[in-house]
């Protein structure tokens, strides 16, 4: 059972970044003029995809905590610092998306639009921080 919690825990973290990714390189890198076609279609995707691998990482990686590992890790207390600045980086990705969609000319915050490299660097320490453990 603790491996098949782990393993639905890694895919939705999977389906997450990846949703996020996609999100970062829409709101960041693509101009406005081809924006505003794409945008509608990501939100869907977004809402469906994105959402669920969010939902997916909390509640599989909080019945890890509870039910296995416990709360009292360093690396884990790290680890869910950054996982939540993902999670508000999401939220935040979607309440754009949302006020892109009706104006495409709108450029989101600086913290928004820098959404590729904080996505790629947080992955990189939470990944080495669940399997490493270093402290
Ligand atoms: C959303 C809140 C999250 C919570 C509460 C959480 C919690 C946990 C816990 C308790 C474990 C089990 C550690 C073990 O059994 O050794 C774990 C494993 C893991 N988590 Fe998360 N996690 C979260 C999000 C994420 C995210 C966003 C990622 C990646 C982007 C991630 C990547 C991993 C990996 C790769 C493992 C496997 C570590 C191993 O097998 O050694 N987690 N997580």
């Known amino acids: 059972m603790y491996f ?11 389906l997450l970044i990846g949703g996020m990714l996609i999100n970062a390189f829409v709101i960041g ?5 081809i924006r505003v076609g794409v945008i509608g ?7 469906i995809v994105t959402t669920a ?13 509870f039910g296995y590992v416990g709360f009292s890790n ?3 207390h790290a ?9 508000a980086l999401h939220g935040m990705q979607q309440g754009w998306m949302r006020r892109m969609q009706a104006d495409p ?16 660097v947080s992955l990189v320490l939470i990944v080495a921080l ?3 453990k270093p402290f």
């Open 74 to 76: 360093g690396w884990l």
């Open 41 to 47: 279609a990501l939100r869907k995707y977004d809402r």
């Open 130 to 132: 669940a399997v490493i």
């Open 29 to 33: 890198m693509v101009p406005p003029a």
């Open 4 to 14: 098949t919690i782990k393993a639905l825990h890694i895919l939705s973290d999977f």
């Open 53 to 65: 691998g969010l939902a997916g990482a909390w509640i599989f990686g909080l019945w890890l905590i």
């Open 79 to 87: 680890k869910l610092l950054f996982v939540v600045l993902l999670s």
């Open 105 to 120: 000319k709108l450029d989101p915050p600086a913290f928004v639009r820098a959404g590729m490299p904080i996505i790629l």
